[in-house]
C-alpha cells in the first residue's frame, strides 16, 4: 500500500546545527511530496514541496530533494534557530478515483535549544 | 494565512453524544477535505467532497459525515462519540492541478475532547 515513514523523534538540537530529518515512501506511480511544519497549538503549514523526481524543494533554509531511485525525500536545513522547533510531517499526494488525498507520515518533533 | 477558517477552536463532548465542527474557506473552492489528527500522528484522511457530494472517504466509519453548501462552507458531524475520537480535525481545501494549484491549504483545526 501507500505509506509515508519518517525517523522517529525527538530531535534534539543545539542552534546553529545542522538539521536532517529522513523521509522514505512507498507509493504507485509518482507522488508529489510535501513537508508541513506543525507548531504548538497550530495546523499545518506548507514547507516546501516538489512535484518530480530530482525536483528539490526550499523554503526558509530548509530543502528537501525528490529521489526517486530511493524513494526518500529527506529533510535538511544547514543551521537551524530556535524558532525552527516543531513536528514536521512528510506527506505525499495521490489522486484515486476522482479525489485525491495526502498521506502523512507520523511526524518528527524537532526541539532547538539556545 | 490560509484562508481556512475552522470554528470552533475547542470543543469538550460526552462519550455517545453527536457534534457538528465547521469550515469555510476565503476564496470558495469547490472541494473541501478533513482530517484527524491524533495525539503524537500525522493527519489521516476522513473524506473529499466536492461541489456538495462525498466523492472519497478513508476507512472512517459511517457515523462521519459531511456536508458541503453552495456557499463551499462545510461541516463535519460525528455521531456516538467515542473517547478514541478525541483529535484535532483538520479542514483542507485540497491540490487542485487542473487550476495550477499543486498543495493544499489546511486551517487551524478543532481540538476535540471527548469525556
Known amino acids: 500500500g501507500n505509506s509515508v515513514t519518517q525517523m522517529e523523534g525527538p530531535v534534539t538540537l543545539s542552534e546553529e546545527a545542522f538539521l536532517t530529518i529522513n523521509c522514505t515512501y512507498t507509493?504507485?506511480?509518482?507522488?508529489?511530496l510535501f513537508w508541513y511544519v506543525q507548531y504548538p497549538g497550530e495546523g499545518l503549514q506548507l514547507l516546501l514541496k516538489?512535484?518530480?523526481?530530482?525536483d528539490k524543494g526550499s523554503n526558509k533554509g530548509f530543502e528537501a530533494t525528490y529521489r526517486k531511485e530511493t524513494t526518500s525525500f529527506h529533510l535538511e536545513k544547514g543551521s537551524v534557530q530556535v524558532s525552527d522547533s516543531a513536528v514536521y510531517f512528510c506527506?505525499?499526494?495521490?489522486?484515486?478515483?476522482?479525489?485525491?488525498?495526502?498521506?502523512f507520515g507520523a511526524g518528527t518533533r524537532l526541539a532547538v535549544h539556545p | 494565512e490560509t484562508g481556512v477558517t475552522q470554528s470552533p477552536t475547542h470543543l469538550i463532548k460526552t462519550r455517545g453524544q453527536q457534534v457538528t465542527l465547521r469550515c469555510s474557506s476565503q476564496s470558495g473552492h469547490n472541494t473541501v477535505s478533513w482530517y484527524q489528527q491524533a495525539l503524537g500522528q500525522g493527519p489521516q484522511f476522513i473524506f473529499q467532497y466536492y461541489r456538495e457530494e462525498e466523492n472519497g472517504r478513508g476507512n472512517f466509519p459511517p457515523r462521519f459525515s459531511g456536508l458541503q453548501f453552495p456557499n463551499y462552507s462545510s461541516e463535519l458531524n460525528v455521531n456516538a462519540l467515542e473517547l478514541d475520537d478525541s483529535a484535532l480535525y483538520l479542514c483542507a481545501t485540497p491540490p487542485s492541478p487542473g487550476t495550477g494549484v499543486t498543495e493544499a491549504f489546511f486551517g487551524q483545526g478543532t481540538r476535540l475532547t471527548v469525556v
Open positions: 506527506a505525499l499526494l495521490l489522486f484515486s478515483g476522482g479525489y485525491n488525498k495526502l498521506i
Open positions: 507509493a504507485t506511480g509518482y507522488p508529489s
Open positions: 516538489a512535484t518530480k523526481a530530482d
